[in-house]
């Protein structure tokens, strides 16, 4: 499976520098250094160049190389527009997704709400991010981007008497834009996992 999602990524960057955009560094926006394009993604420095994508200095999934060249390939000149936020399943084509982004983006997070309040701070100070509009609600919460055009608002609610903890995922209002629906999914799941990588 490995090489397989390997392979995507390398003929998404085929496509990618087939038909280099002049202005792509702008649309991610990034660095450009010659066919080298520098952003941060999911916290760390990630390079996109004809070879290959790196993220950071440590091994990574295939599936983030296939995220990040699917989020060149769709860059344009539109801007982030973050509210009103949308939930997942709001986005068009996603009911195939829901039941694994409600697993792997929210319920993964469950069990280490009161570990994730301690550290907001780092939380989003890793993935550029910052307060959650006024009136989001929960016991707390705050705004990470993942990819710089693509908002996620995470929303917490400890556990009380009454009730469980409980997380909630919600997404920058034209997400859609830049990543088609599988991939936001994805985007989802890859930085809950780089939250309790934080949180470690």
Known sequence: MTDNYTKIAH??????????????????????????????????????????????DKKHS???????????????????????????KEFPDSMPYTGAFVTHTENLLIPHVSKIKKAVQLITKTLNG????????????????????????????????????????LYSNNAKLFLPVDGLADVGEYCSKKILELIK
């Open 130 to 169: 910052e307060e959650s509009p006024v009136g989001t609600g929960g016991d707390f919460s705050f705004i990470v981007y993942p990819l710089p055009k693509i908002a996620l608002c995470y929303i917490f609610y400890e556990a009380d008497d009454d009730f469980p903890a409980s997380v909630t995922c």
């Open 62 to 88: 295939p599936v983030l190389g296939i995220l990040i060249s699917l989020y060149a390939l769709n860059a344009s000149s539109d801007i982030c527009i973050l509210t009103p936020l949308k939930a997942f």
């Open 11 to 56: 003929d998404n960057l085929n496509r990618l520098y087939n038909n280099l955009p002049k202005d792509l560094a702008k649309n991610l926006p990034g660095e450009q250094n010659g066919e080298r394009f520098s952003f941060n993604a999911f916290g760390e420095k990630c390079l996109i160049e004809p070879e290959g994508i790196s993220l950071g």
